[in-house]
């Protein structure tokens, strides 16, 4: 009787940790981390490969890099600039330096030959680190189980810097999220003109939540139920923040939440904050 019954609660307590275990490997985070009037986005995949779009402004590298470290981040598998602007690329060098980085992916507006990417290999120990250009249309290698879609940039003579961002749409399971970068209203237009499918579950909100982007007809294709804004209190703007509020979505403000935290098993998402 007693070997018996040893054995169904070791059995339970197998089936418990299991359990937990897949459920925590099952899980997609996501970190939009408060880099004051910059963005700086943490990736953790559910099979525990690690994304970062944007590295925010050199000056708040050491946030960053502490930030990671106490996420137990030692290795970045993919590493996304999405466009040229310090307050995107800025802190770029010193997490390449620090951390070890497989791959970065750039739009077509930064090119490795340039002066900052000289730099960056310069300084890293990644002897085998490689820089690519990705274009829209394309899929980002990072977790076969869940995609990372390239919407823009779409044009090459752009006035203003932030339409070069790349735009990603990423799915896992049935709860997706969009990533505008800076993309203004001209970079939304075309990506509308494309016909991609934009609706997300969350949006991260194009260019701090400046007027400049996040125009009402993108705002409906997405149709968000949460939206992050990184920004500092200058941002965002008072007509965005309405048009945003007007959808009903759930707005999250680095600059008031601090760090935020997104969670998916797949099917549903859970956030945190900081603040």
Not at 70 to 80: A, F, H, Q
Not at 204 to 233: M, R, W
Not at 241 to 261: F, Q, W
């Amino acid at each position: 009787m007693y070997i018996k019954r040893l054995f169904i609660i070791s059995a339970i307590i197998l089936i418990l940790f299991c359990t937990g275990t897949n459920a925590e490997s099952n899980r997609l985070k996501i970190h939009f981390i408060d880099a004051g009037a910059g963005d700086c986005i943490l990736i953790e995949g559910p099979d525990n490969k690690v994304m970062m779009i944007d590295t925010g402004l050199p000056e708040v590298s050491d946030k960053v890099e502490n930030y990671l470290r106490n996420n137990n981040i030692e290795e970045i598998n993919i590493l996304l600039g999405t466009h040229r602007h310090n307050d995107h690329i800025g802190g770029m060098i010193s997490i390449v330096k620090d951390f070890t980085v497989d791959k970065i992916y750039l739009s077509e507006e930064i090119t490795p030959e340039s002066k900052f990417f000289r730099k960056v290999l310069q300084d890293t120990k990644n002897k085998d680190l490689t820089i690519s250009r990705v274009q829209p249309g394309e899929y980002i290698e990072f977790s076969p189980i869940l995609t990372v879609f390239v919407m823009a940039p779409n044009g090459t003579d752009y006035k203003s810097y932030n339409n070069y961002s790349l735009v990603t749409r990423m799915v896992y399971g049935s709860t997706s999220f969009l990533f505008a970068g800076d993309a203004e209203k001209e970079s939304e237009q075309e990506i509308l003109a494309k016909g991609y499918d934009l609706k997300s579950d969350l949006l991260k909100a194009g260019h701090h939540g400046y007027d400049t982007s996040t125009t009402q007809e993108f705002l409906n294709a997405i149709s968000p139920e949460y939206v992050i804004i990184s920004c500092d209190n200058e941002g965002p703007e008072r007509m965005v923040e309405e048009r945003l509020k007007a959808t009903g979505a759930e707005i999250y403000r680095t600059d008031e939440h601090g760090t935020v935290v997104v969670i998916s098993d797949g099917e549903k998402l859970a956030i945190t904050t900081e603040k």
